[in-house]
């Protein structure tokens, strides 16, 4: 009986034409329900008192936003779970990160939330006034419970030890100085902020194959294709995270005069990224091809399309005049720089003599190891670097992170230093009041660490430059690369609604 009520969105939608049909008053709710509880039971309970039909729709498992190591159980569970309640009569999962299609599909009499969600500021998201709209577009009623409330969050996060002891130590030393509320509205502050990214343009792409095994003759590795797919990554990716946070951003960089990938890129860009493109002269687009292995995303090796030696046209005199005449209208200069040859010494020092508050951010990679390092710059608001990175900088490979960072803090005029080392989480010093604070990682899940730096990057200096807390800021920065290892590659940016939600979780 149970399986026979778990059926398809489409078969769902049917059930409440029909049903409707017959005279029925159909009852939608619409939830995660990670973890079954009292509230739960109580809220659905009350829902059927409000008509014949109960139907119940669950988020799939890849749209659940809600932080590290969720959901717990997965869709199937979940549904299996919902299904085995008698006053449940149908449940489908639905592969939406909002409920919004599915409510158009049934178009129920009667749309019920929990009592949490009847003041619509307190729903992060902003889903619960879209949800409404398009009840009423049916005709159909939204209707809030009283029932008693439990958070799942905050059940699993203290019972289900989704979190090593570190990280909950940290996160309960944090919220006694800073809620949820405290970090949500301090992330509204950042929409008026006028920001410019400038740096490298990256084109990703992702060949994905499976292992054959030795070839014939040699020791080379043999595989086979399966399928390709390409991500703006670089400056473009930087873009692209803040532009969910701020209402206009500018990205300055250059596109190769052959190769440009001009058209995937201005598709890829958010509509409130505006770009400013210089030319290379006779070189590509960077593009930077991994062969990825399909099961696991472990990468093989990857190919690079670029010139070492590229110039911009005209030695990039008119992105240098652009930034003299509009770098001093921008709030937060970020300087995403892949030392792929697009920020040369000349727009170094415009951009450390004009820039109001600069962001730097100096990646080694294959292409620039060795000679590509931070005290390029000679002054700078916030940096944020790897391990490796600050490492190469400081030409130190065993030292502690804690001197490192005061020695390149004495020799660039520096306010903050980030220092991210992966599963360790992120280091911060604060070279001004000479006090160090770390975080942990905050993600139990890794999918792909390909643009966990940007995505902290983007989203520190965003805080910092808004004058935040360090220890706001590098939290918020965490958040922002626990979600982004969940991602491959860059295929989409990170979400306001998104990183509050996550945000809410932690801290509950």
Same mark, same amino acid.
């Given at each position: 009986?149970?399986?026979?009520?778990?059926?398809?969105?489409?078969?769902? /939608?049917?059930?409440?034409?029909?049903?409707?049909?017959?005279?029925?008053?159909?009852?939608?709710?619409?939830?995660?329900?990670?973890?079954?509880?009292?509230?739960?039971?109580?809220?659905?309970?009350?829902?059927?008192?409000?008509?014949?039909?109960?139907?119940?729709?669950?988020?799939?498992?890849?749209?659940?936003?809600?932080? $590290?190591?969720? $959901?717990?159980?997965?869709?199937?569970?979940?549904?299996?779970?919902?299904?085995?309640?008698?006053?449940?009569?149908?449940?489908?999962?639905?592969?939406?990160?909002?409920?919004?299609?599915?409510?158009?599909?049934?178009? $129920?009499?009667?749309?019920?939330?929990?009592?949490?969600?009847?003041?619509?500021?307190?729903?992060?998201?902003?889903?619960?006034?879209?949800?409404?709209?398009?009840?009423?577009?049916?005709?159909?009623?939204?209707?809030?419970?009283?029932?008693?409330?439990?958070?799942?969050?905050?059940?699993?996060?203290?019972?289900?030890?989704? +979190?090593?002891?570190?990280?909950?130590?940290?996160?309960?030393?944090?919220?006694?100085?800073?809620?949820?509320?405290?970090?949500?509205?301090?992330?509204?502050?950042?929409?008026?902020?006028?920001?410019?990214?400038?740096?490298? @343009?990256? @084109?990703?792409?992702?060949?994905?194959?499976?292992?054959? =095994?030795?070839?014939?003759?040699?020791?080379?590795?043999?595989?086979?294709?399966?399928?390709?797919?390409? +991500?703006? =990554?670089?400056? @473009?990716?930087?873009?692209?995270?803040?532009?969910?946070?701020?209402?206009?951003?500018?990205? &300055?960089?250059?596109?190769?005069?052959?190769?440009?990938?001009?058209?995937?890129?201005?598709?890829?860009?958010?509509?409130?990224?505006?770009?400013?493109?210089?030319?290379?002269?006779?070189?590509?687009? @960077?593009?930077?091809?991994?062969?990825?292995?399909?099961?696991?995303?472990?990468?093989?090796?990857?190919?690079?399309?670029?010139?070492?030696?590229?110039?911009?046209?005209?030695?990039?005199?008119?992105?240098?005049?652009?930034?003299?005449?509009?770098?001093?209208?921008?709030?937060?200069?970020?300087?995403?720089?892949?030392?792929?040859?697009?920020?040369?010494?000349?727009?170094?020092?415009?951009?450390?003599?004009? /820039?109001?508050?600069?962001?730097?951010?100096?990646?080694?990679?294959?292409?620039?190891?060795?000679?590509?390092?931070?005290?390029?710059? $000679?002054?700078?608001? +916030?940096?944020?670097?790897?391990?490796?990175?600050?490492?190469?900088?400081?030409?130190?490979?065993?030292?502690?992170?804690?001197?490192?960072?005061?020695?390149?803090?004495?020799?660039?005029?520096? =306010?903050?230093?980030?220092?991210?080392? =992966?599963?360790?989480?992120?280091?911060?010093?604060?070279?001004?009041?000479?006090?160090?604070?770390?975080?942990?990682?905050?993600?139990?899940? &890794?999918?792909?660490?390909?643009?966990?730096?940007?995505?902290?990057?983007?989203?520190?200096?965003?805080?910092?430059?808004?004058?935040?807390?360090?220890?706001?800021?590098?939290?918020?920065?965490?958040?922002?690369?626990?979600?982004?290892?969940?991602?491959?590659?860059?295929?989409?940016?990170?979400?306001? /609604?998104?990183?509050?939600?996550?945000?809410?979780?932690?801290?509950?």
């Amino acid at each position: 009986m149970t399986n026979r009520k778990i059926i398809s969105l489409e078969q769902i /939608s049917e059930q409440s034409r029909l049903l409707k049909s017959e005279g029925k008053s159909i009852v939608l709710c619409h939830g995660t329900f990670d973890l079954m509880h009292t509230g739960h039971i109580r809220y659905l309970s009350r829902a059927k008192r409000e008509g014949d039909v109960l139907l119940v729709t669950l988020t799939a498992d890849e749209f659940v936003n809600k932080g $590290p190591g969720r $959901p717990v159980f997965k869709d199937e569970l979940r549904a299996e779970n919902l299904a085995a309640l008698e006053v449940v009569d149908f449940v489908a999962i639905v592969h939406e990160d909002t409920a919004v299609e599915t409510i158009h599909a049934i178009q $129920p009499d009667l749309y019920v939330k929990g009592s949490e969600y009847r003041t619509a500021e307190n729903d992060v998201t902003g889903n619960i006034v879209l949800e409404q709209k398009a009840v009423e577009e049916g005709g159909g009623t939204l209707f809030f419970t009283d029932e008693i409330t439990f958070s799942s969050s905050n059940l699993l996060n203290e019972h289900f030890g989704l +979190f090593p002891p570190q990280t909950k130590d940290y996160l309960n030393n944090f919220s006694k100085n800073w809620t949820d509320k405290d970090v949500l509205s301090m992330l509204d502050t950042l929409a008026d902020l006028k920001v410019l990214v400038i740096g490298d @343009v990256i @084109v990703d792409e992702y060949h994905y194959v499976s292992s054959l =095994g030795q070839i014939g003759k040699g020791n080379a590795r043999s595989v086979e294709y399966k399928s390709e797919e390409q +991500f703006a =990554g670089g400056a @473009v990716a930087v873009a692209n995270h803040i532009s969910g946070f701020v209402e206009n951003v500018t990205l &300055v960089s250059g596109l190769g005069d052959r190769d440009s990938h001009e058209d995937f890129i201005m598709g890829k860009l958010q509509e409130n990224v505006t770009p400013v493109f210089a030319r290379f002269k006779d070189a590509p687009t @960077v593009t930077k091809r991994r062969f990825v292995d399909d099961d696991d995303l472990s990468k093989l090796f990857e190919v690079y399309y670029y010139r070492d030696d590229s110039t911009l046209e005209n030695d990039g005199k008119e992105t240098l005049q652009w930034l003299d005449d509009n770098i001093a209208q921008y709030d937060i200069v970020i300087a995403a720089d892949f030392g792929n040859g697009f920020i040369t010494d000349e727009i170094i020092q415009t951009l450390t003599d004009k /820039s109001k508050f600069l962001a730097v951010n100096t990646q080694i990679n294959s292409g620039n190891r060795g000679h590509h390092v931070i005290t390029r710059y $000679p002054r700078a608001d +916030f940096v944020s670097l790897n391990e490796p990175e600050l490492r190469l900088a400081a030409h130190s490979r065993h030292e502690p992170l804690e001197d490192l960072c005061k020695l390149i803090s004495q020799k660039l005029q520096v =306010g903050q230093i980030t220092i991210t080392r =992966g599963l360790k989480g992120v280091m911060a010093y604060d070279c001004k009041a000479n006090l160090f604070h770390e975080v942990p990682a905050l993600s139990s899940r &890794v999918v792909d660490r390909i643009g966990a730096g940007d995505a902290f990057l983007a989203l520190s200096a965003l805080c910092f430059g808004k004058g935040m807390d360090t220890s706001v800021s590098v939290f918020v920065g965490a958040v922002a690369a626990a979600m982004d290892v969940q991602i491959v590659c860059n295929r989409e940016p990170i979400h306001s /609604s998104a990183l509050k939600k996550f945000v809410t979780t932690l801290l509950k």
